[in-house]
């Protein structure tokens, strides 16, 4: 009932930029946080950056004051600008959504389809 759609993924040089892009569609009453993971391989998905509504964000100590997570509740759409890239910053992103379904109000969580991000030395 909730699509995420990804999209700004690509190959990159070290310390070049990159903004990604998730917009969320479907029977959405409300959508409370939103964030990114990512998922390098032979490791474990891990937490980007995340973007509660009305609250803080919150960073990965390894993407602090490089990256920039934002939200336009308009366009129910979250970003996430990259700067600095690193190679080990290579790994498939994914986007993170909560929020309420128009239906009865139950609460969802929905995942993107992970779009890839690979930065070259």
């Known amino acids: 009932q909730v699509q995420l759609v990804e999209s700004g993924g690509g190959l990159v040089q070290a310390g070049g930029s990159l903004r990604l892009s998730c917009a969320a569609s479907g029977s959405i009453f409300s959508i409370n946080a ?18 509660p509504g009305g609250g803080r964000t919150n960073y990965a100590d390894s993407v602090k004051g490089r990256f920039t997570i934002s939200r336009d509740n308009a366009k129910n759409t979250v970003y996430l600008q990259m700067n600095s890239l690193k190679p080990e910053d290579t790994a498939v992103y994914y986007c993170n959504v909560a929020g309420k379904l128009v ?10 389809q992970g779009t890839q991000v690979t930065v070259s030395s």
Do not use: C, D, H, N
């Open 34 to 51: 939103m964030g990114w993971y990512r998922q390098a391989p032979g490791k474990q998905r891990e937490l980007v950056a995340t973007l």
């Open 103 to 112: 239906t009865g109000k139950s609460s969802f969580i929905s995942w993107g």
